[in-house]
């Protein structure tokens, strides 16, 4: 699948007029309203606001594992709504690396073997040679043959940065990846993402209820009710990360 070259002038992501409404019990519920939102190669955007706020729903549509119900969606310069899902799949696997707050490996699998695995789907020759070279820049040569239960929450959650970046993406979504992890441990993976970040030069899109996390961005967005206030910009302050 060929895909768009990105530029200075190509964001890494671009959302125009992006609206998502859900069927409810009570009829149907607007999660996403409306939301226009560029995102340059290379920049970290934090996504704050309250819960319900469609934080987690944006990142989903980000990633193309939902799909809009009106609007565009482009990242690293491909439009998403010409795609079938497995066209989806495949550029998603290639382009876009996706941190959770549970860390979502496989328990029959090793760290080794969670990492190569998307690498493998993508049909990367050297799957288990970039998953072992990018265990050892997460600081776990030393724990490739082990399996999730064997190690540590802090460990898991580098399991997942070094699986998200594996590819080189473009583009890396982090839903709260420090929210099962202790403050220490929280703040070294953060540190080792940031620094991930910017050796594979990726955007990021990091939502957090953290002031001090959404701070180390280089712009803080806030949703509310499905809708996005930019702001100034500028690093939100406690209350706006509540």
Known sequence: MAVSPLSAETPA??????????????????????????INPGEAVGVVGPSG??????????????????GAVAVAGTDFGPLSEDRLALFRRRHVGIVFQSFHLIGTMTALENVAVPLELAGVRDAFERAR???????????????????????QQRVALARAFAPAPALLLADEPTGNLDQGTGSQVMDLLFALKEEHGSALVLITHDPTLAGRTDRVVRL?????????????AAGDAA
């Open 224 to 236: 509310k009710d499905g809708r996005l206030d930019d702001g100034s910009g500028q690093p939100a």
């Open 13 to 38: 992501v671009r959302l125009e007029g992006l609206e998502l409404t859900l069927p409810g019990p009570a009829g149907p519920v607007s999660i996403l309203r409306g939301i226009d939102l560029a």
């Open 53 to 70: 706020s469609g934080k987690t729903t944006l990142l989903m549509v980000m990633a193309g594992l939902e799909r809009p119900t009106a």
């Open 133 to 155: 070279a990018q265990l050892v820049a997460v600081g776990l040569e030393h724990r490739v043959g082990h399996y999730p239960a064997q190690l540590s929450g802090g460990e």
